[in-house]
């Protein structure tokens, strides 16, 4: 068994989760090495759930009787557990969607209908990056092709970086919104904030960023961020799927126009026009996502309970360790990043003329659970000639020994293809 420093009680960890102990293709017990798709659920997020559905369940905001001010009390003490896990400065700028992709959109809507100083149009620009999930190219494209705003976005250096030498000539005075993501999803590199966020404060531009692989994996603190807005989701980290957060600075959701309109959303209605709630409720039109939102809290709980700064340690443990042993197998190509600094718990990577598909499919035939494809990111399989990649990665739960039974499994996929 193999030990390093810095890692968690993995074996304490893995009894709150479930599914860990399911088995596969007779009886092979499941290697979980995709995390950065979704991550699994403890056993106290699943209770959480169970509890609401079965003693609390009722529309929230509307209802005067017990269990609707029981649901309530739960749906906005996850908003509460949320500000503090991020570090918001008030409670009010977090906003529940359904996931970080609609977070994104909920952002770009708003740019696109605003008033100015904030309005994006023909006379603008919006800066991205050439790593970014499709969930922060698509909505800047169409918000491009219906301004008439231009889209210009930074390139890859060819270990898996942002080519930030011309940053100067990327964000200009022209430059409405920089968007663009902490940790790749498909590469793991971490993104140099600080710079980028002082070049756009330079400018005058927002700064909107994706934090889907970060706020899982690292402490998320939004005020040392210094961005405008951050977008995440729950179901990357512990909580149900369905539920998303987007973070927004107080005056920025006080001037900003809506994205959907309906109930809980307004203030007066009449036939003729309507006004709005203060924010959050401004940006949350309809029944939110309620029982969501209390696994989220409840996720908040668990992954808090353990210290953030704990799980950060133990997956560069893993991580450091997975590079290591990956760079022994033959004709393996990791595809960003080739060390275990400045990266996330995810690593992509090509494994000769084999194709991912194939790779991850024998995979499974040992019950190792990878991820294949483009990964929502295909401008980087482009930038770097490739079809697609083979992703493993990592989250408290991993563990030494599933680093090496992928080892051993991509060695049997070499063997298989011959």
Request: net charge negative.
């Amino acid at each position: 068994m193999t030990i390093l420093p810095g890692l968690l009680d993995t074996e304490a960890i893995r009894k709150d989760f479930p599914i860990l102990d399911r088995t596969v293709h007779d009886g092979k017990k499941i290697v979980y090495l995709d995390s950065a798709a979704t991550s699994q659920k403890p056993r106290q997020v699943l209770d959480a759930l169970n509890d609401y559905y079965e003693r609390h369940n009722a529309n929230v905001h509307r209802g005067v009787y017990t269990i609707a001010e029981e649901a309530t009390a739960l749906y906005e003490g996850a908003r509460d557990k949320v500000a503090a896990f991020i570090n918001a400065p008030s409670r009010d700028e977090v906003i529940f969607t359904k996931n970080a992709s609609e977070s994104l959109n909920l952002v770009a809507n708003m740019l696109g209908w605003a008033d100015e100083p904030y309005r994006v149009d023909h006379d603008t620009e919006i800066v991205i990056t050439e790593m970014e999930h499709h969930s922060n190219i698509v909505p800047w494209q169409l918000l491009s092709q219906r301004t008439g705003a231009k889209l210009k976005w930074f390139g890859l250096t060819d270990d898996g970086r942002l080519d930030l030498s011309d940053i100067d000539e990327i964000i200009t005075e022209k430059t409405k919104v920089v968007s663009f993501v902490l940790v790749s999803n498909i590469m793991g590199t971490v993104n140099p904030v600080e710079a980028i966020v002082r070049r756009a404060q330079e400018v005058g531009a927002l700064v909107v960023i994706d934090a889907s692989q970060a706020a899982p994996h690292m402490v998320l603190d939004v005020q040392a961020l210094q961005a405008d807005f951050v977008a995440f989701t729950g179901h990357k980290m512990c909580a149900p799927t369905g539920i998303g957060v987007l973070w927004g600075r107080q005056e920025l959701l006080e001037d900003l126009p809506p994205f959907l309109g309906g109930g809980e959303m307004i203030e007066t209605v009449s036939m003729h026009s309507s006004t709005y709630a203060p924010a959050p409720h401004k940006f949350e039109a309809g029944t939110p996502p309620i029982a969501q939102a209390v696994g989220l809290g409840a996720a908040v709980d668990y992954l808090s309970a353990i210290g953030m700064e704990n799980i950060a340690r133990h997956e560069h443990a893993i991580t450091e360790y997975a590079v290591r042993r990956l760079k022994e197998v033959p004709d393996l190509r990791l595809i960003g990043p080739t060390t275990a600094e400045d990266r996330g718990a995810t690593i992509s990577f090509t494994l000769g003329d084999i194709h991912p598909h194939d790779v991850g499919q024998v995979l499974d035939e040992q019950g190792i659970a990878v991820r294949v494809g483009h990964h929502c990111a295909r401008p980087v399989c482009l930038r770097y000639g490739i079809p697609a990649t083979t992703r493993a990665s990592f989250y408290l739960y991993s563990t030494p020994g599933e680093v090496d039974a992928l080892v051993e499994g991509l060695e049997h996929v070499r063997n298989f293809f011959g």
